[in-house]
């Protein structure tokens, strides 16, 4: 539970809902929660509550106001802050992530991206020449650094983890395979992709004997932005 | 709830115990539920409940043995058997993800790599061919192939999830930041890198009002295989 009892799955589907209302701007002024709902394969009462932890957002009888969902939730996300990110690790995941168009049009900004090997140090990664990692924490303590993301093999991430705890950056999301725990002070979102491959593995052995797969976690409108 | 009512949450678990044991291999024979526990910052009642989802595996009073732990639940995650994965969209993501040495190690191998831009028609990426999207149809109706993953713009997605559909590819992993719905019979997961950035945000902004986070889902076991 986060903030005020806010259970994790609700912010979770945080970003969800923002995408949704950023994909329905422009295209309709206002959305009933039942439409929303349909639209995101959930229930109505599911989007009152899950929004409900947040402020009440729609009036009864009208609805959300698209516009304003989208500038609200974008607050509470912190997109309408410049945010700065760096990259440990310039392999091809690295360099995937510091591409990625979406990251720049919800706010955040590459500020560096760093390697030890010495071949790549120099190239230029979506705008910004890699470093080498000896100099990340001195680079942490000039630049407002608020995400550290981590694209290095295994046994380089805790030691980069600790750079950016003792640097005070924000927060951690973590892609190589091993958890770094995360703190009081340091949340940290560990993405491990063999992990949901491997768990997607065990869902197809197993999907005859399921039963029906809840749609909640579904919702089909398309973002319009490309990662 | 999936298979025999077992929550989603567990099955999602699952790739992590196998990643812990797969990395005590060889460092040790067994292990006690408890130094399990320690190892993997949860508690020993959480980890003979998960586990007990799946049969009873660990003797009262011995522990777990680790080869035989590490072999069963990559039987029950499906690795003992040779898997074939596609990728369609050879961007940046897509490359990353043809070159991720883990996969191959837990028995996914690529079998072809798909995209419509002729300039990257016909690469070596990971050891394939790059091959025109307008063959994948085909390619799906002569090959076995387990999973297909997603790694186009959002507009392209929904198109090439049909095409597995219709092949009858066992399961999706998108990263179109897209969510395509899942069905009974067709197994998806969406991963979306830019919604685990925003709740990131999230959580950095309201840090200081959170309590303890909760360190359940760690495992500072270290994988000994690179991404």
Known sequence: MGKKGIPEIVIERLPRYYRCFRALRGKREKISSHELAAEMHTSASQIRLDLSHFGGFGLQGYGYNVEELHTKLGQILGVDQAQYYVIVGAGRLGRAIANFPVFQEVGFSLAGIFDIDDSVIGQDIGGVRVS????????????????????????????????????????????????????????????????????????????????????????????????
């Open 132 to 227: 080498h990692a000896d100099g990340l924490a001195r680079f942490l303590g000039e630049h407002p650094v608020r995400i550290g993301i981590i694209t290095t093999p295994a046994e380089a991430a805790l030691g980069v983890a600790e750079i950016f705890r003792a640097a005070g950056v924000g927060g951690i999301l973590n892609f190589a395979p091993v958890d770094i725990a995360p703190t009081r002070q340091l949340p940290v979102t560990n993405i491990h992709l063999t992990d949901r491959l491997l768990s997607l593995s065990w869902r197809i052995m197993h999907r005859e004997q399921e039963q029906d797969v809840s749609r909640k976690d579904v919702c089909s409108l398309q973002n319009t932005t490309k990662e």
